[in-house]
T-cell receptor, first 114, second 113 residues
Framework: DSGVTQTPKHLITATGQRVTLRCSPR?????VYWYQQSLDQGLQFLIQ???????AKGNILERFSAQQFPDLHSELNLSSLELGDSALYFCASSRGTGVQETQYFGPGTRLLVL | GEDVEQSLFLSVREGDSSVINCTYT??????LYWYKQEPGAGLQLLTYIFSNMDMKQDQRLTVLLNKKDKHLSLRIADTQTGDSAIYFC?????????????FGGGTRLMVKP
């Protein structure tokens, strides 16, 4: 158990809908990262927050957004969902933002868009 | 080409050693990681190596880094059926990318009894 929690574990929804994925980092970690794992794209970095502020952006679609709240939990919002958004979404956390910071991953949220 | 590459599949017999290979392209990568993913599960950090090291050993795991060739390997000694999983190599610390992780495509390890 990494100490990172994600809810829900599974999500099934329809195209065009909007969903929110939630992540709670390990105790004491200030950085939260979101990654997408899909069959065609593999594991890709989406976005990073540090202590409530956006820190880095990767291959995140404009239809997707995230935020980190004062209690350090984070939410990833996916809107106007398409079939191709079906994937496993991972959250990871680390203490800070330095390159030496090890990222610990949650169990993921499996999203299926029908 | 891809930033981080791994072979897709490796099959070994229980008790043998497994060697999973990874190549990366960016010489400014600072840390290199190995993660394990079991079916239906998240990513478990196995080990990591800093780019100024060439070897790291942790129980049954040995990581070798050839920085000149940008080649990383993970050796699992006395491989067990419980080691069957997908193994991901990842790198961070590229000047252009902060500390986001860039992953390889994963190597599926199958351990036969």
């Amino acid at each position: 158990d990494s100490g990172v929690t994600q809810t829900p574990k599974h999500l099934i929804t329809a195209t065009g809908q909007r969903v929110t994925l939630r992540c709670s980092p390990r105790s004491g970690d200030l950085s939260v990262y979101w990654y997408q794992q899909s069959l065609d794209q593999g594991l890709q970095f989406l976005i990073q927050y540090y202590n409530g502020e956006e820190r880095a952006k990767g291959n995140i679609l404009e239809r997707f957004s995230a935020q980190q709240f004062p209690d350090l939990h984070s939410e990833l919002n996916l809107s106007s969902l398409e079939l191709g958004d079906s994937a496993l979404y991972f959250c990871a956390s680390s203490r800070g933002t330095g390159v030496q910071e090890t990222q610990y991953f949650g169990p993921g949220t499996r999203l299926l868009v029908l | 080409g891809e930033d981080v590459e791994q072979s897709l599949f490796l099959s070994v017999r229980e008790g043998d050693s497994s060697v999973i290979n990874c190549t990366y392209t960016d010489s400014s990568s600072t840390y290199l990681y190995w993660y394990k993913q079991e079916p239906g599960a998240g990513l478990q950090l196995l080990t990591y190596i800093f780019s100024n090291m060439d070897m790291k050993q942790d129980q049954r795991l040995t990581v070798l880094l050839n920085k000149k060739d940008k080649h990383l390997s993970l050796r699992i000694a006395d491989t067990q059926t419980g080691d069957s999983a997908i193994y991901f190599c990842a790198e961070s610390g590229r000047v252009s990318a902060g500390n986001m992780l860039t992953f390889g495509g994963g190597t599926r390890l199958m351990v036969k009894p």
